[in-house]
């Protein structure tokens, strides 16, 4: 079955680069996402990337695929006190429903 | 453009009531989803539907119904409330079937069963 992992919280100083990591079981995965929650609010997309990828950076979002191992990686640069939020790995597999499957999310709390 | 919006965004029930949570999208999205949210959780899905008409069980979807009667609107029922219910309930749309069809979410509906 479908299976997708991250660590709970990560905590990081103000400048420094945050690196949070997700892993995935299904080997047919296509499009892996990564999505932001600030407080009291819904889930908003920030970046994917398609499998056949390594890698896809989007100003200081810098998103890692490694197939084979089946992990993904979301760095940000520069983290700012605005980046405190939690941030959420899904993937799609091809055929079936289509249906999404997150994680169950990183907690990213940065220190001024 | 308002993407996904839900209503109400705070309740209070006591046990045993019911209530009806709505979710509309205004992008001529095909596929809708409910989801609730407990802290150490994550997402889990209850019910979806990929269109008019349809409606399909997700992960948890014992003690909630849906409906899709029109494409923009789906709602949310929970007949006899519990407090096993006490969460945060959200909304999503995406465009249609595809693998690459990120998913827009309502800001939530901060629900509390007493």
């Known amino acids: 079955g479908e299976d997708v992992e991250q660590s709970l919280f990560l905590s990081v100083r103000e400048g420094d680069s945050s690196v949070i990591n997700c892993t995935y079981t299904d080997s047919s995965s296509t499009y892996l996402y990564w999505y932001k929650q600030e407080p009291g609010a819904g889930l908003q997309l920030l970046t994917y990337i398609f499998s056949n990828m390594d890698m896809k950076q989007d100003q200081r979002l810098t998103v890692l695929l490694n197939k084979k191992d089946k992990h993904l990686s979301l760095r940000i640069a520069d983290t700012q006190t605005g980046d405190s939020a939690i941030y959420f790995c899904a993937e799609t597999t091809t055929g079936g429903s289509y249906i999404p499957t997150f994680g169950r999310g990183t907690s990213l709390i940065v220190h001024p | 453009n308002a993407g996904v919006t839900q209503t109400p965004k705070f309740r209070v029930l006591k046990t045993g009531q019911s209530m009806t949570l709505l979710c509309a999208q205004d992008m001529n999205h095909e596929y809708m989803y409910w989801y609730r949210q407990d802290p150490g959780m994550g997402l889990r899905l209850i019910h979806y539907s990929v269109g008019e008409g349809t409606t399909a069980k997700g992960e948890v979807p014992d003690g909630y119904n849906v409906s899709r009667l029109k494409k923009q609107n789906f709602l949310l029922g929970l007949e006899s409330a519990a407090p096993s219910q006490t969460s945060v309930y959200f909304c999503?749309?995406?465009?249609?079937?595809?693998?690459?069809?990120?998913?827009?979410f309502g800001d939530g509906t901060r629900l509390s069963i007493l």
């Open positions: 999503a749309s995406s465009l249609r079937r595809g693998s690459n069809q990120p998913q827009h």
